[in-house]
């Protein structure tokens, strides 16, 4: 069983950065982060594999958010720069040690407790 830990949510002006990191338990292949706004679904945010590194990421957010890792302490990072309102949700840590999608969420057994990301105008 894997456990996920996030950290780094908070509130920020428009245009801000934060950084999220998401510490796993045990093994993983890749990890994602996906995010959940009021009144809508989870969306897919960006993903990374841990072997080789190769990363994935929303249209949204390509260019402003930064996804990365540490293999050592089995922690992801996400750095979201120039961030806007709409980017205001819930954001979860997910975790997997299968082959699939990495951009569904039905490919992550493993789900951390999601950290507040709220932007202000």
């Known amino acids: 069983q894997v456990q996920l830990v996030e950290s780094g949510g908070g509130l920020v002006q428009a245009g801000g950065s934060l950084r999220l990191s998401c510490a796993a338990s045990g093994r993983i292949n890749a990890m994602g982060w996906f995010r959940q706004a009021p009144g809508k679904e989870r969306e897919f945010v960006a993903a990374?594999?841990?072997?080789?590194?190769?990363?994935d990421y929303a249209d949204l957010v390509k260019g402003r958010f930064t996804i990365s890792r540490d293999n050592a302490k089995n922690t992801m990072y996400l750095l979201m720069n120039s961030l806007s309102p709409e980017d205001t949700a819930v954001y979860y840590c997910?975790?997997?040690?299968?082959?699939?999608?990495?951009?569904?969420?039905?490919?992550?057994?493993?789900w951390g407790q999601g950290t507040q990301v709220t932007v202000s105008s």
């Open positions: 997910a975790a997997r040690n299968r082959m699939g999608d990495t951009t569904m969420s039905y490919y992550y057994d493993y």
């Open positions: 990374i594999r841990w072997s080789g590194g190769s990363v």
